[in-house]
């Protein structure tokens, strides 16, 4: 009497009671004697490893296979946890597609091994007929993981779109599966996962092309399984022979994906934290800035009413002694001149003011490659009449030729300072000015560093240190100016997010120093 396996008998059944994932039965052969069994088989492909073996022996190489069963479960498990904890405390969906992902992948592994059958529909036959089922929702996992993670709909639409079509696909094998058309419903299956896998790996390749670095573990781990899946399905087809290692390459490269999978996703994390850190800094900066700008505009406030007080009662008190009744007589004449003196520094103040102003407002600079020969040599031509007056000589050592900054700022920058040198030099010798760069390490950063260095009359930093850089303020009241170079300096350099260094010794000289930030 033939017996019934397969789907349609348990494997532990009455008469050969073997907890296993595989079909045992006893084999009652009397020493020295033969006996002949048949077996038939029925299933949607044909693979029938067989082992006839003493018991000793069936029950070491099952253990074997345990082993390896239960160190795979065991990863798996692992990583569900694992990823399942850094979903509730990271709130990234990321983590819950993966943890579902690894869920049916694990529960399809674990159909495929025999153990469903094993342990859970034991008592429920019919439920062995839906692996197309299992495996449907596995790919569907992977397909939604994978478009999620990659960010796939900002970048690669096409991609996108293409792999959420799959994704609705994949619905269909289910339907047809639990119709009954379990072939038709395992081809397609098939087909649509393992082309939606290298449409997977091109995505990551193009994710990471476009700069998404972490895709470098997705796109390692994506490879491996594929690789994995493809020895497994070859070996299914009779293409390859049935051995511990084709047996086993769907775990093998599940738990390799997997593994790398979770690398790519903390990857991802990281990343993340860091962009975070560098928009903290970038408040921080802009929260610099604003503030320094808040306190800069609070300035011009007492600026405008310090400086415009003086010219304005100046013309009410001009304006006061204007004689209206004799218009034509000679005090009226000195008093409309007054008045327009008056006026015209009143001017100059304003003009002197706007220039403040646009630099106070001027946030956003736009930043551009600075070749500073030319910029000095341009400076020198504005300068020209001063330099063939003064003849100064002029050296230079430019280590760092090129800068990153903003054009305009640096040429005034750079021309207040060689102009304040020309204008305060030593009478009793021949004016030197050295201008040089070169980049310098200060307080543990890097910076480009312009250095303009002279040996003119120099400047009584006790006496001026705290002045040296405020509006209007003249250090040498017989010289030229209004004391609006140097504020102008401070003002712009402050803008660009630089630092100035000043050294200056009575009747030696003075060094400027400025510290710009290194921009890649």
Not at 59 to 81: P, R, S, T, W
Request: hydrophobic share 45%; glycine share 4%; charged share 15%.
């Amino acid at each position: 009497m033939p017996s019934l396996v397969g789907s349609e008998m348990c494997i532990r059944d009455s008469n050969n009671y073997y907890q296993t994932n595989r079909y045992v039965y006893d084999l009652k052969v009397e020493p020295n004697s033969q006996k002949t069994y048949f077996f038939k088989v029925k299933s949607i492909r044909l693979q029938f490893p067989m082992n006839v073996l003493p018991f000793a022996k069936l029950i070491q190489k099952n253990h074997q296979h345990d082993l390896a069963d239960g160190v795979y479960y065991g990863f798996v498990m692992i990583m569900f946890l694992y990823n399942l904890f850094l979903f509730f405390s990271t709130k990234d969906k990321n983590y819950l597609l993966y943890v579902l992902y690894l869920f049916t992948s694990g529960f399809y592994i674990f159909w495929i091994k025999g153990h469903f059958t094993e342990f859970i529909s034991v008592d429920y036959l019919w439920l062995n007929k839906y692996g197309v089922t299992f495996s449907s929702l596995s790919g569907m996992t992977s397909i939604i993981f994978s478009v999620y993670f990659l960010e796939l709909k900002k970048h690669l639409k096409n991609m996108f779109y293409t792999l959420m079509i799959m994704f609705y696909i994949l619905i269909i094998p289910i339907v047809l599966n639990f119709m009954g058309y379990n072939l038709f419903a395992s081809k397609i299956t098939q087909l649509i996962i393992f082309f939606s896998f290298f449409i997977i790996i091109i995505s990551a390749f193009f994710s990471y092309v476009k700069g998404y670095n972490f895709a470098r573990f997705f796109i390692i781990g994506w490879i491996g399984f594929v690789g994995s899946v493809m020895i497994y399905i070859l070996k299914t087809a009779n293409i390859l022979p049935l051995n511990v290692w084709t047996a086993n390459s769907m775990q093998i490269g599940s738990s390799w994906e997997m593994l790398l999978l979770s690398l790519a996703l903390a990857d991802r994390i990281n990343l993340y934290r860091q962009k975070i850190k560098a928009s903290e800094k970038e408040l921080q900066d802009l929260n610099q800035v604003l503030t320094s700008q808040n306190k800069r505009l609070q300035e011009y406030t007492y600026m405008v009413s310090h400086n415009l007080r003086g010219p304005v009662a100046n013309l009410l008190g001009m304006i006061d002694l204007y004689d209206e009744i004799n218009i034509h007589n000679s005090f009226n004449k000195e008093v409309i001149k007054h008045i327009k003196t008056a006026s015209e520094n009143l001017d100059t103040i304003v003009i002197d003011l706007n220039i403040s102003i646009r630099t106070i407002e001027n946030v956003n600079l736009e930043i551009s490659s600075i070749i500073l020969k030319d910029i000095i040599s341009n400076i020198q031509e504005n300068l020209q009449l001063q330099i063939q007056e003064i003849k100064p000589t002029i050296t230079f050592d430019l280590k760092v030729p090129i800068i990153q900054s903003n054009k305009s700022y640096v040429e005034s920058i750079l021309f207040n300072i060689i102009q304040n040198s020309l204008k305060f030099k030593d009478k009793s010798r021949p004016l030197s000015i050295q201008i040089s760069s070169n980049q310098m390490n200060y307080e543990g950063e890097y910076y480009d560093c312009i250095s303009i260095v002279d040996n003119g009359i120099g400047i009584d930093l006790i006496k001026n240190k705290d002045h040296i850089f405020k509006f209007y303020y003249q250090g040498q009241k017989s010289a030229e100016g209004r004391g609006i170079g140097l504020y102008l300096v401070s003002l712009q350099m402050e803008t660009l997010g630089a630092k100035i260094q000043l050294s200056s010794t009575v009747n030696e000289g003075t060094s400027f120093m400025l510290l710009f930030p290194i921009i890649k």
